[in-house]
């Protein structure tokens, strides 16, 4: 069954550590993948996307994620958060074959200042 | 640009009640989406339209109805409220369809089912 792993439910940083968000999918064809972001009392905005071409992505706010096929995997990385970071953090995917759209379960991100 | 709109963004409702949630896009997106979001378990899509006229299940359709009233509104109702239907609603909408496309959400209708 199609399926989006979110490792990491809840992450707790300080200001200026280094970020990584673990994103795997399980997905058949060609996959289109996402990442989104919901800081607090806001509604979800789009941080990034990988449909094809380079496999390392750049968004807003300074985040990146690598698309490794090998791996089904779509990890966000930042190298130095700042407490504005905290928010959580959606990880998406579509494929080609069908219509349809698969969230995983979300990381919450808390950065103390 | 008000981008995506929701109405009403806090609704209480006791079981057996229906309601009617609103959505409206002003960026002349041909799709719109309804999700439900609920605690540790991310966004479920419960019912898309990918065009003015059509609409489809999504991954959790049962207890909704949807309806595309025009391009701009997909409003999604529910007939008799249960329990489990508590949780804050999104919709969405975007430019090209489903797959291929960044999604524009609205600021969430939380709902609590008595």
């Known amino acids: 069954a199609q399926s989006v792993s979110q490792h990491n439910h809840h992450v707790i940083l300080s200001e200026a550590a280094s970020l990584e968000l673990g994103c795997n999918y399980s997905y058949g064809g060609t996959v289109n993948l996402f990442w989104y972001v919901q800081y607090p009392g806001q509604h979800l905005q789009l941080l990034l996307k990988?449909?094809?071409?380079?496999?390392l992505v750049k968004g807003i706010k300074g985040f990146e994620a690598e698309f490794i096929k090998s791996k089904f995997s779509f990890n966000l990385r930042k190298p130095s958060v700042q407490w504005s970071d905290t928010a959580e953090y959606f990880c998406a995917v579509t494929s080609n074959r069908d219509d349809k759209i698969i969230f995983g379960k979300g990381t919450r991100l808390h950065i103390l200042p | 640009n008000a981008g995506v709109t929701q109405t009403p963004k806090f609704q209480v409702l006791k079981t057996g009640q229906s309601m009617t949630l609103q959505c409206a896009q002003d960026m002349n997106h041909n799709s719109m989406y309804w999700y439900r979001q609920d605690p540790g378990m991310g966004l479920r899509l419960i019912y898309y339209s990918a065009s003015e006229g059509t609409t489809d299940k999504g991954e959790v359709p049962n207890g909704y109805n949807v309806s595309r009233l025009n391009k701009r509104e997909f409003s999604l109702r529910l007939e008799s409220a249960a329990p489990s239907q508590t949780s804050v609603y999104f919709c969405?909408?975007?430019?090209?369809?489903?797959?291929?496309?960044?999604?524009?959400f609205g600021p969430g209708t939380r709902l609590t089912v008595l």
């Open positions: 969405a909408s975007s430019g090209k369809g489903l797959v291929a496309d960044t999604q524009y």
């Open positions: 990988y449909f094809s071409g380079d496999p």
